[in-house]
């Protein structure tokens, strides 16, 4: 069978797609894109049984192109931590590792799969993700120093804020490349020691539009959120979701929301729940059509402007 390994652009997909094919390497077609763009499975082709790994991408948005890999005989091995909505399929040739629980990731689940072969990946993975206080008791379990966990920090932070744009042309790499490149390191700290070309530009790109960032007005606060609004530039794309992490570490007590203008118009919105209370960021997306995510972080892919305000509302009074 041809194996194909769908995956989302983000640390958490790359990072989990590293650490099982380091140790399980497999001659794959990849298929991965912005992080948003997660209606990935059905760039698989069903004219065939194919061997389809599927990372980091919400079932409830390609449950229709998974079943039809599994009526065409296909196998799935599907990896993830988003809401599944209904049932999982009911098919021999279909596995899963799902857990939605708001302190784990699937590169965390990925590690466990393996038995911990590749854990420095999953702690990158973690950090990127945001789940800071899991990553750093891993860190410190592993017996990694502090200079070592926040490096893996660094790079975990990085590599997702590498997956934001709305479109590729946005990215500095495209998530596919940029896995080429990082899994030839068997540890993420070896990568970062050896300072390869990708690494360097990825962080450089990472500080300059962080400032940029930092910088941004503030559309809306009260004493359970904060919302920034960006331009409709590619900096402010790529770096809209690693900032709405970074505000969210900075107002633990708040919920964040990013605010980014669109070409059509409409927004891009980044939504992240109080870190003291990391719940509720998926259910508030999905109030609006193209909203979705996990509970502590979420977003809403097209908010016409004409709904600006009711986003606003509810964003002021959901965590209240």
């Known amino acids: 069978m041809t194996a194909y390994d769908v995956f989302n652009g983000d640390a958490d997909g790359i990072c989990a797609l590293i650490q099982l094919r380091l140790a399980e390497p497999v001659e794959s077609i990849l298929i991965t894109g912005v992080k948003?763009?997660?209606?990935?499975?059905?760039?698989?082709?069903?004219?065939?049984?194919?061997?389809?790994?599927?990372?980091?991408?919400?079932?409830?948005?390609?449950?229709?192109?998974?079943?039809?890999?599994?009526?065409?005989?296909?196998?799935?091995?599907?990896?993830?931590?988003?809401?599944?909505?209904?049932?999982?399929?009911?098919?021999?040739?279909?596995?899963?590792?799902?857990?939605?629980?708001?302190?784990?990731?699937?590169?965390?689940?990925?590690?466990?799969?393996?038995?911990?072969?590749?854990?420095?990946?999953?702690?990158?993975?973690?950090?990127?993700?945001?789940?800071?206080?899991?990553?750093?008791?891993?860190?410190?379990?592993?017996?990694?120093?502090?200079?070592?966990?926040?490096?893996?920090?660094?790079?975990?932070?990085?590599?997702?804020?590498?997956?934001?744009?709305?479109?590729?042309?946005?990215?500095?790499?495209?998530?596919?490349?940029?896995?080429?490149?990082?899994?030839?390191?068997?540890?993420?700290?070896?990568?970062?020691?050896?300072?390869?070309?990708?690494?360097?530009?990825?962080?450089?790109g990472y500080e300059a539009d962080m400032a940029s960032g930092l910088a941004a007005p503030v559309l809306a606060e009260n004493n359970s959120s904060l919302v920034v609004k960006l331009p409709d530039e590619p900096w402010a794309r790529r770096v809209s979701g690693v900032l709405g992490n970074e505000l969210a570490n900075r107002n633990p007590n708040k919920a964040c929301g990013i605010v980014t203008e669109s070409a059509n118009g409409g927004y891009l919105v980044s939504i992240r729940a109080p870190l003291n209370n990391r719940t509720g960021a998926d259910e508030l997306a999905r109030r609006f059509p193209t909203g979705g995510g996990r509970k502590a972080a979420a977003g809403i892919n097209r908010l016409p402007a004409e709904q600006l305000d009711a986003f606003l509302s509810v964003m002021a009074n959901f965590w209240n």
């Open 36 to 204: 948003r763009n997660i209606d990935l499975v059905r760039q698989v082709p069903t004219n065939e049984p194919v061997k389809a790994t599927v990372l980091d991408i919400s079932l409830d948005k390609n449950r229709e192109a998974v079943n039809a890999l599994l009526i065409a005989g296909g196998v799935v091995f599907y990896v993830d931590h988003h809401f599944p909505d209904n049932q999982l399929p009911d098919a021999p040739n279909f596995t899963a590792l799902i857990d939605t629980q708001a302190t784990t990731c699937t590169s965390l689940l990925i590690d466990k799969h393996l038995g911990g072969r590749f854990h420095n990946w999953s702690i990158a993975a973690a950090f990127g993700d945001n789940l800071n206080a899991v990553a750093e008791d891993l860190a410190k379990a592993a017996g990694l120093s502090s200079e070592q966990a926040e490096s893996l920090k660094s790079l975990g932070v990085c590599i997702n804020y590498n997956g934001y744009g709305a479109t590729l042309n946005d990215l500095h790499f495209h998530p596919a490349d940029l896995y080429c490149e990082f899994v030839k390191y068997e540890d993420p700290l070896e990568l970062i020691a050896s300072e390869p070309a990708a690494w360097q530009k990825l962080r450089d």
